[in-house]
């Protein structure tokens, strides 16, 4: 505690700044302390702000009430728990499998791990293009069975479908035996065979013969494995969600592809979700942000597939798409359809992370954050900010300030447009190049005419 009070002192001493011009800055909002005069002061940057202040937050300046010295302080990226326990596998024994009347495989395990309970069951499985019932029962004893799966699938639909399920989520129970009952152990596949006969020399065309081959396959599992429920952590903070506004949507007919552009305003964000209301589909995207500097004026931030599918008990959608964090205005989303019916995206929606600014609390109560000023009038601050730091790490109660809403800044002044001196202009520019290469030819032409001089004269 001691090395933050030195510091913390030594930090609030040297606040002798004279006022700053607060000019350049468009939008002001009050910060009330709420009385805290000790330890740290928390100021959520809430998306009010976020919309408004520059990329990476260079023109964030705090204002302390009194005399509008500036106020030292601390960017932080909220902490928020994403990662919970994985659930594990649980030790098993199969006690018997056998095939049942009408190709009905039966199989009965018990769990040899006697602390922990399933909730999952996995079958490992190496066939592709199968659809399977699933009957599964639990017991206490080994003799009286409940059953508490009564329609389960495992599919797998990769003829067609990039798709594939081969895993059941139990309800909650403690039982230790499980009795799993998988329908058609054994099925059909109709293959068509095309025979082409070829005869050399003569008139005759070759002979062309089709043949449908039936072939039984035995539904085979290598393994059953049960799963425990993952660990999920005390408390999770989803990330911040903004709505983005969709700037124009179209279709391009040649490359059989959907462009989407959307505006985030600067947002950080590190994710987007769509909103998507058909389903049975899977398509690759390509996710671009502006840059100018680029010939096409885009730049690839990520590519990836989305997909949304709704069959019968299934229901599997996954329609983030995730990246490193990245501030920006524009962004371009294409999504390749090809001969599909096209999908269509209703709205997109930012993801980002929660920050806040840390100060040292203070005697004043009430203080003034100012922001949305331009690029090239204002520069990033640098503040000496170990005493935060050091408080953060020590863990000491951080009050979170009240912080109001946006409001114009009566002394803004927008920035005077740079005015190049007019000899500075391109048009002037362009007269005096023709002047040097207009006087360059008379020089050349005056010359020439003294050389031939000379020689008819010798």
């Not at 590190?270 to 885009?298: A, P």
Request: proline share 4%; hydrophobic share 35%; charged share 30%.
């Amino acid at each position: 505690m001691k090395p933050f009070l030195i510091l913390s002192s030594l930090l609030l001493c040297s606040l002798a700044w004279a006022d700053i011009d607060t000019q350049p800055f468009q939008y002001q909002c009050e910060v009330d302390s709420k009385g805290a005069s000790t330890g740290l002061i928390g100021i959520p940057l809430d998306e009010a702000i976020l919309r408004k202040a520059n990329p990476g937050w260079s023109d964030l300046r705090l204002l302390s009430g009194s005399n509008h010295a500036e106020v030292p302080y601390f960017v932080e990226k909220k902490e928020r728990r994403t990662s919970d326990s994985p659930s594990k596998r649980i030790a098993t024994k199969i006690l018997s499998a056998n095939e049942l009347a009408e190709g009905v495989l039966e199989t009965e395990i018990t769990l040899t791990d006697k602390k922990r309970t399933a909730s999952r069951i996995e079958f490992e499985t190496p066939l592709r293009d199968f659809e399977k019932r699933v009957i599964i029962s639990g017991s206490d004893d080994g003799e009286t069975w409940e059953t508490i799966i009564a329609n389960g699938l495992i599919l797998d639909r990769s003829h067609f479908l990039d798709f594939r399920r081969t895993s059941l989520d139990l309800p909650p129970n403690d039982y230790r035996h499980f009795q799993i009952r998988i329908d058609a152990a054994t099925d059909e596949q109709v293959a068509s065979i095309r025979k082409i006969t070829r005869t050399s020399g003569g008139d005759v065309d070759d002979s062309i013969s089709e043949t449908m081959e039936v072939k039984t396959r035995p539904f085979r599992v290598d393994r059953i494995n049960f799963y425990t429920e993952g660990e999920k952590a005390e408390t999770i903070q989803p990330r911040a969600e903004y709505e983005l506004a969709i700037l124009q949507s179209d279709f391009d007919e040649e490359k059989k592809e959907s462009v989407i552009e959307f505006d985030s305003e600067n947002l950080p964000l590190n994710g987007i979700s769509l909103t998507i209301k058909d389903q049975n589909f899977r398509r690759y995207f390509h996710l671009f942000v502006e840059d100018k500097g680029r010939e096409n004026g885009w730049r690839q931030v990520t590519e990836g597939s989305i997909h949304s599918y709704s069959i019968e008990s299934i229901e599997d959608q996954n329609l983030e798409i995730n990246f490193g964090e990245r501030s920006a205005s524009r962004w371009r989303l294409t999504i390749e359809q090809g001969d599909n019916p096209a999908i269509s995206v209703e709205s997109v929606r930012g993801l980002g992370e929660h920050y806040r600014l840390l100060t040292l609390a203070s005697d004043e109560e009430k203080q003034a954050l100012y922001f949305g000023a331009d690029s090239e009038a204002v520069s990033a601050p640098d503040y000496d900010t170990a005493a935060i730091e050091l408080a953060r790490e020590k863990e000491i109660p951080v009050h979170i300030a009240n912080v109001g809403k946006p409001i114009e800044n009566t002394a803004f002044s927008p920035p005077v447009p740079k005015v190049d001196p007019w000899y500075e202009t391109k048009t002037i520019l362009w007269i005096a190049i023709a002047l040097v290469v207009l006087v360059m030819t008379w020089v050349i032409l005056k010359t020439t005419k003294q050389i031939e001089s000379v020689t008819e004269s010798d």
